[in-house]
């Protein structure tokens, strides 16, 4: 199953690093790097703190299998896997 994620949009839209994020959301900076590149799927926990640390739900940053991901306005976002 392919998890797709507005991750890099979301970090370009508030010109945060990785390495902000994973401070701020408390998942490993590698980990995060791995979800947004699609190598490995977030545990049910970490897609809830990275999604709150946006201040979004979990289905605004991720969705699961082929399904187009749009951002909290409703506009496309890019998907990246």
């Given at each position: 199953m392919r998890v797709h994620n507005v991750i890099p949009k979301l970090l370009n839209d508030r010109r945060w690093?990785?390495?902000?994020l994973a401070q701020r959301s408390g998942v490993d900076k590698g980990h995060l790097s791995r979800i947004i590149s699609g190598k490995t799927m977030p545990g049910?926990?970490?897609a809830w703190?990275?999604?709150a640390t946006f201040g979004l739900g979990i289905e605004e940053v991720f969705r699961f299998g082929t399904q187009e991901v749009s951002d909290a306005h409703g506009a496309d976002a890019k998907i990246c896997s």
């Open positions: 690093t990785l390495g902000k049910v926990f970490q703190r990275i999604a």
